[in-house]
């Protein structure tokens, strides 16, 4: 961490950076159109969401993807994940479109 970053924002619990102000995202765990509206959520860095949401659909997130932990180990998350953890807290990239079954 540089002098310049906040040691107290928020850490994407995906990539592990700090998240700068109005760079955060709220993902819902179980997505809210499968039953999760009032459940649990995590503040995730914007292109982190992004990349969970270009990678896997819905019904996938609610029955397979539903954890940090099970994120972490998508393959393809997991290589963005290496990528992107190399960047700066406030990084950001156009994710592409829809990139499912790839």
């Given amino acids: 961490m540089t002098d310049t970053e906040d040691k107290s924002?928020?850490?994407?619990?995906?990539?592990?950076?700090?998240i700068p102000d109005g760079?955060?995202?709220?993902?819902?765990?179980?997505?809210?159109?499968?039953?999760?509206k009032g459940g649990p959520t995590v503040?995730?860095?914007?292109?982190?969401?992004?990349?969970?949401?270009?990678?896997?659909?819905?019904?996938?997130?609610?029955?397979?993807?539903?954890?940090?932990?099970?994120?972490?180990?998508?393959?393809?998350l997991e290589r963005f994940l290496e990528w992107v953890s190399k960047r700066p807290p406030g990084f950001r990239s156009k994710v592409p479109g829809k990139r499912r079954g790839r």
């Fill in 23 to 36: 760079g955060g995202s709220l993902h819902h765990l179980i997505p809210r159109l499968k039953g999760g």
């Fill in 43 to 76: 503040l995730l860095h914007q292109i982190c969401h992004k990349e969970v949401h270009a990678t896997l659909t819905e019904t996938e997130l609610a029955r397979r993807f539903h954890t940090i932990e099970a994120l972490r180990r998508h393959p393809r």
């Fill in 9 to 18: 924002a928020p850490v994407c619990p995906l990539c592990d950076r700090p």
